[in-house]
């Protein structure tokens, strides 16, 4: 009798065996239905994703396998497959998981009670967690391997990229109408420069530090608050 403790919970496991000398010894060729239980499936994909998404921040879409997913979570590269069978599955996912998390930000700032300036630094200030945990954009990260991911992928990083860019550009447009942000030109052409700033940023903050970073965004504030006829 063979006593077992799971630390994942498998639909209908078969444990195989063979007989050697009248012993029955485990067969790991003939163990099949380790598949996880329905229960175990959704934060299985979210952990897959969440740690994807840290590696794709640290190391770069294109610098990390499923090998090195699988030791981190101690699951098989199997377990992996089983939900997404390709890398650029997998890469897909995270981006349609990314660009959820935009449109969540871009809702709870339009929702908010807080006036344009203070909307805008915190739009700014979603750099700052990553750079303190010694991370880039997972934007900039795809945008760098741009050539390299399918047309799908490419299609939901752009949907991301606009959203992003209709984030400042509506901040500006409310800031400039209740006359608390000011700029030249078109409020799109702003946000462009602002979203770029603030990319470039984050990137060199990871070798000049999160000083650099609040210091060039605090610059970005500034350049929006004094009446561009002063």
């Not at 099949?32 to 998404?53: Q, R, T, Y």
């Not at 992996?80 to 997998?90: R, S, W, Y």
């Not at 760098?144 to 799908?152: M, T, V």
Request: aromatic residues 10%; contains cysteine.
């Amino acid at each position: 009798r063979i006593m077992v403790d799971y630390w994942k919970k498998p639909t209908n496991p078969y444990w195989g065996y063979v007989v050697v000398n009248e012993k029955a010894l485990y067969n790991s060729n003939t163990s099949v239905n380790f598949d996880l239980h329905p229960s175990e499936e959704e934060p299985l994909v979210m952990k897959i994703l969440a740690l994807a998404g840290e590696m794709i921040q640290t190391k770069g879409y294109d610098s990390f396998s499923y090998n090195d997913l699988s030791l981190r979570l101690g699951i098989r590269k199997a377990s992996i497959h089983h939900h997404f069978p390709k890398k650029q599955e997998l890469g897909l996912a995270y981006l349609k998981y990314r660009f959820e998390a935009v449109k969540d930000i871009e809702n709870q700032l339009r929702n908010s009670r807080m006036n344009p300036p203070q909307k805008l630094q915190a739009f700014l200030d979603l750099g700052v967690q990553a750079i303190e945990e010694k991370k880039i954009c997972p934007v900039s990260s795809f945008q760098a391997d741009r050539w390299n991911i399918n047309e799908e992928m490419n299609k939901v990083l752009t949907k991301i990229e606009e959203t992003e860019l209709s984030i400042l550009t509506s901040i500006l447009e409310e800031g400039r109408s209740s006359e608390e942000l000011f700029f030249v030109g078109e409020a799109k052409d702003q946000a462009n420069m602002i979203l770029s700033s603030m990319k470039g940023a984050m990137l060199y903050a990871q070798g000049q530090g999160l000083d650099f970073y609040k210091r060039t965004m605090n610059q970005v504030v500034a350049n929006l608050q004094g009446s561009p006829s002063a």
